[in-house]
């Protein structure tokens, strides 16, 4: 189950990205660790790489968003990174470069995160499309927040 304040984290995440030039890619919040860790990753705006400094640029007005939000009373570990080139699908280029290949779908659905595993088939304007034991389920883009590739399991 997803933190009760991710979305107030988010929109405020968002808000900071935004202001200092970024975009938000991704909040998540552990709180499984002590203290409680709170991951945020960005991209720039304009599409460049995300260096060191860019990351404690942001880190610094993310931390004082945060203190002056009093979202959480309790201590965290603030962390910032960019998504870089990992697992994760973002570009046109991407979905037809990794098409065929195992992926794993996060998405939102009314008020649940879900995640759907099968071989990317494509994205459309509208879905992004997944083959699951020969069935095709789409999936609306606009519930979609992270497409990642996957290792095949037997």
Known sequence: ????????L????SATATG?????CCVQVFTHLIPMTIQVQIRRKDGSDVSLDDC????????????????????YV??????????QLHSDQDFLTFRGFPVEISFRDDDSDLHQAGLLHKRSDEH???NIKGRIQRIPRKAVTCVRLTNPTG
């Open 1 to 8: 189950m997803p933190h009760p304040l991710l979305p107030d």
């Open 10 to 13: 988010e929109t405020l995440a």
């Open 20 to 24: 200092k030039g970024y975009k938000l």
């Open 56 to 75: 404690a640029h942001f880190s610094a007005s993310m931390d004082e968003a945060l203190e002056a939000s009093q979202l959480f009373t309790e201590a």
């Open 78 to 87: 603030l962390e910032i990174s960019s998504p870089g080139i990992g697992d």
């Open 128 to 130: 992004v499309h997944i």
